[in-house]
């Protein structure tokens, strides 16, 4: 299915070195920023105190995010689980009370807004728990590069292997630079995000791979630049019908799915946008800079000799 056609191909690759540089620069920043001022982690991942509340009626979210905030914690999970009379409020580890007297000071403000509020169970999170679901996440991250770098390199080359690497590292560190820049809070949602990214930017790289090598098999005049810059300029339409599907659905997230799928949908709108970017600037730009050839892809075809065979 095509939307629309382009019928001359656009140069992708003579520019191809103007927007790596300016992808490597945005790069730089991200890694600056996440070390400077590191991750925003959430509760999972430092620690704190999980409360659980149950109301008599479908519970204001918003209402119990507002006294909780007045008590100032600020970025504080709030949200609904199992039923809509049910909310569980993720507080940080206290520095100067006790967890028992934060949870019984959170409690005893919506008791004053609601009174028919009931606290279910109050339960503390270690920053045990946190260090092992940030390990956890990182081995997570790692195992789905090396799938991905295995999985390209059957398929395609492994010039194309590590160009989709570079371009998704890319993606995965800017998604995590702008997290660190604006001090958004990082979360299991987030990390959730972000190894769909991976996959998502995976996914884009190889059709535009695949392209390039259906082009090398039928086109066997052009060179490597116009057989790249063919294959992405085929895909574009496929590309806007896709991702434009899938940012509508993002967005509706964003938009309308409050702040429990905020952050969620932030860090997948980000790397949708960057995703497109990387594989059409960056993954295929690095395949092309590792020399990939038409012989990368396709076996030549041996001549038959003319004595193969029994010789009598």
Same mark, same amino acid.
């Given at each position: 299915?095509?939307?629309?056609?382009?019928?001359?191909?656009?140069?992708?690759?003579?520019?191809? &070195?103007?927007?790596?540089?300016?992808?490597?620069?945005?790069?730089? /920043?991200?890694?600056?920023?996440?070390?400077?001022?590191?991750?925003? &982690?959430?509760?999972?991942?430092?620690?704190?105190?999980?409360?659980?509340?149950?109301?008599?009626?479908?519970?204001?979210?918003?209402?119990?995010?507002?006294?909780?905030?007045?008590?100032?914690? =600020?970025?504080?999970? =709030?949200?609904? #689980?199992?039923?809509?009379?049910?909310?569980?409020?993720?507080?940080?580890s206290?520095?100067?009370?006790?967890?028992?007297?934060?949870?019984?000071?959170?409690?005893?403000?919506?008791?004053?807004?609601?009174?028919?509020?009931?606290?279910?169970?109050?339960?503390?999170?270690?920053?045990?728990v @946190?260090?092992?679901?940030?390990?956890?996440?990182?081995?997570?991250?790692?195992f789905?590069?090396?799938?991905?770098?295995?999985?390209?390199?059957?398929?395609?080359? *492994?010039?194309? /292997?590590?160009?989709?690497?570079?371009?998704?590292?890319?993606? =995965?560190?800017?998604?995590? @630079? #702008?997290?660190?820049?604006?001090? *958004?809070?990082?979360? &299991?949602?987030v990390?959730?995000?972000?190894?769909a990214?991976?996959?998502?930017?995976?996914?884009?790289?190889?059709?535009?791979?695949?392209?390039?090598?259906e082009?090398?098999?039928?086109?066997?005049?052009?060179?490597?630049?116009?057989?790249?810059?063919?294959?992405?300029?085929?895909?574009?339409?496929?590309?806007?019908?896709?991702?434009?599907?899938?940012?509508?659905?993002?967005?509706?997230?964003?938009?309308?799915?409050?702040?429990?799928?905020?952050?969620?949908?932030? /860090?997948?709108?980000?790397?949708?946008?960057? @995703?497109?970017?990387?594989?059409?600037? =960056?993954? /295929?730009?690095?395949?092309? *800079?590792?020399?990939?050839?038409?012989?990368?892809?396709?076996?030549?075809?041996?001549?038959?000799?003319?004595?193969?065979?029994?010789?009598?």
């Amino acid at each position: 299915m095509e939307l629309f056609r382009i019928k001359k191909d656009i140069p992708f690759m003579r520019h191809a &070195l103007i927007f790596n540089v300016i992808s490597a620069l945005t790069f730089v /920043a991200a890694v600056f920023f996440l070390l400077h001022r590191g991750l925003h &982690l959430s509760v999972e991942f430092t620690g704190g105190t999980v409360m659980e509340v149950s109301y008599s009626k479908a519970a204001d979210v918003d209402s119990v995010r507002k006294t909780v905030e007045s008590l100032g914690f =600020v970025d504080v999970p =709030v949200q609904t #689980f199992g039923k809509a009379q049910d909310v569980v409020i993720r507080l940080p580890s206290p520095k100067e009370i006790s967890a028992d007297d934060q949870a019984k000071k959170v409690f005893t403000a919506l008791q004053a807004a609601d009174p028919d509020v009931k606290l279910q169970r109050t339960e503390q999170v270690g920053s045990q728990v @946190g260090d092992e679901l940030m390990h956890d996440g990182l081995m997570a991250l790692l195992f789905v590069v090396i799938g991905v770098v295995i999985y390209l390199a059957i398929r395609f080359e *492994w010039k194309f /292997a590590v160009a989709a690497i570079f371009a998704n590292l890319h993606d =995965v560190v800017i998604i995590l @630079g #702008f997290f660190a820049f604006f001090q *958004w809070e990082f979360n &299991l949602s987030v990390l959730a995000a972000v190894l769909a990214v991976l996959g998502y930017s995976v996914n884009e790289s190889v059709v535009i791979f695949d392209r390039i090598r259906e082009n090398f098999r039928k086109q066997r005049k052009m060179t490597v630049k116009e057989v790249i810059d063919n294959a992405i300029t085929s895909t574009i339409s496929r590309t806007v019908i896709t991702h434009g599907c899938t940012q509508m659905m993002v967005l509706s997230m964003l938009l309308i799915g409050g702040p429990t799928l905020h952050y969620f949908a932030v /860090a997948l709108t980000i790397g949708i946008c960057f @995703g497109i970017y990387s594989s059409v600037f =960056v993954a /295929a730009a690095i395949a092309m *800079w590792l020399g990939v050839k038409r012989e990368d892809l396709i076996k030549p075809v041996k001549e038959k000799d003319d004595t193969d065979g029994a010789v009598v």
